[in-house]
């Protein structure tokens, strides 16, 4: 691959750290604490004017550095600015999401009592999309409006099992979380379980401090499926984690800062997200990729219309247009994570041909065989797992 400049920080680098896992435990906490009764909704209860037909505008929030931007003019984005000269829809294109803990803190208060957030589009991971389905806070899509997302989106993101045939989100981008390793300083690795116990590793081994990918790798390491899984499986996981932080195994629990890490040498290996091996590639060749042998966890960031979003045709008509081929592939090319839509992959082509053939933004069947979501949680659920999980990492 070419050389590339590595982004300061990545999207999925802002899903992290202890003040995320604070605020995740501080929401569930208040809401487990008083009940979710009062911040339910149901369609029936909360209906939404779309005043599309008449208003040709909408508001979109997202993650920073999660869109393509124009190399010599970084206030432009091409494809943004392609939707609107095809469809006369004016884009209000906001950066404001930079943890879903602190997302949802922004929006909760209003959603919870049916009321507008000033937003027709959001981006939010698996988890928190769930939580705001249950919620009763997200609009039903109408898919005859989305004949590209039908006809594109790759069949292992279609049924999730906190939205059944997606009926009320989109894949934005996917990744995945694996392994990887740099080979200057050590030697390859294979297994989740090389990475926890293998001695020359002890010291030089960080995971991540998001719950879902590192117990999901740690679930397949024990021959569990993290999207189907029990309580005292999730323990028993839990209890490998625990023996390799007690020894010493693992120096820390990061979110994306363990990059520059491993691209230096300071440690040898980690859990990772694909999106940023891909970035530490285009200036390190020492730095490998590893989808263990037991398997990978497949996530994505998903566009959702909140209740009472007045614009829900014309936030449709986006979704839609980001799943024709050609712009899903000048997107990709600049946000490096996995691509969801069919056909995306031939239009990278004619954009830069490494990035076509790489894995971690177009995978093979092999690798999507080995590719897990993590499984929906409840309230309890939620609160009960990630209370232990932080006790665990000292967060």
């Given amino acids: 691959m070419r050389s590339r400049p590595l982004r300061p920080l990545t999207r999925r680098g802002l899903l992290t750290g202890t003040l995320g896992s604070a605020a995740l435990l501080a929401t569930v906490g208040t809401l487990a604490g008083c009940g979710t009764k009062g911040a339910q909704q149901t369609e029936a209860g909360c209906k939404s004017d779309d005043l599309s037909a008449t208003e040709k505008k909408l508001a979109f929030s997202n993650w920073p550095q999660y869109i393509d931007v124009d190399e010599k003019d970084e206030s432009k984005r091409p494809t943004v600015d392609g939707f609107v000269a095809k469809t006369g829809i004016q884009v209000t294109y906001t950066e404001d999401i930079n943890d ?11 959603l919870a009592a049916c009321q507008p957030t000033g937003r027709d589009l959001m981006v939010l991971t698996d988890w928190m999309a769930a939580r705001m389905i249950r919620l009763g806070w997200i609009q039903r899509l109408d898919k005859a409006k989305l004949p590209n997302v039908e006809a594109n989106l790759l069949p292992t993101l279609r049924n999730v099992t906190f939205d059944a045939e997606r009926q009320l989100s989109v894949p934005w981008q996917s990744g995945l979380s694996a392994l990887a390793y740099n080979a200057k300083v050590t030697k390859e690795i294979r297994t989740v379980d090389e990475l926890l116990t293998r001695p020359d590793l002890k010291g030089k081994v960080t995971a991540l401090s998001e719950m879902r990918d590192t117990m999901g790798l740690l679930l397949q390491s024990n021959g569990h499926d993290p999207s189907n899984f029990t309580a005292a499986q999730f323990d028993d996981a839990l209890a490998k984690l625990k023996r390799a932080v007690d020894s010493g195994q693992i120096r820390k629990f990061t979110g994306n800062d363990y990059s520059q890490d491993l691209n230096k040498g300071d440690i040898a290996a980690c859990i990772c997200w694909s999106g940023d091996v891909i970035q530490l590639g285009f ?54 994570y996995i691509c969801p839509v069919k056909g995306a992959q031939a239009e990278m082509e004619k954009i830069d041909p490494d990035l076509a053939k790489n894995p971690l933004i177009f995978p093979d069947e092999a690798m999507l065989s080995k590719a897990k979501p993590f499984m929906a949680l409840d309230e309890k659920q939620e609160k009960d797992y990630e209370t232990k999980f932080q006790k665990v990492i000292g967060a």
């Avoid at 879903?100 to 209003?110: A, R």
């Avoid at 989808?291 to 996530?299: D, K, R, T, Y």
Wanted: proline residues 5%.
């Fill in 100 to 110: 879903n803990n602190e997302f949802f803190g922004k929006v909760q208060n209003q």
């Fill in 283 to 336: 200036e390190n060749e020492n730095i490998k990729f590893v989808a263990p042998e037991s398997g990978v966890m497949l996530w994505s960031d998903n566009m959702l219309v909140p209740n009472k979003s007045t614009h829900k045709a014309n936030a449709e008509e986006l979704m839609n247009y980001y799943y024709e081929p050609a712009v899903a592939a000048k997107l990709a090319a600049y946000v490096n």
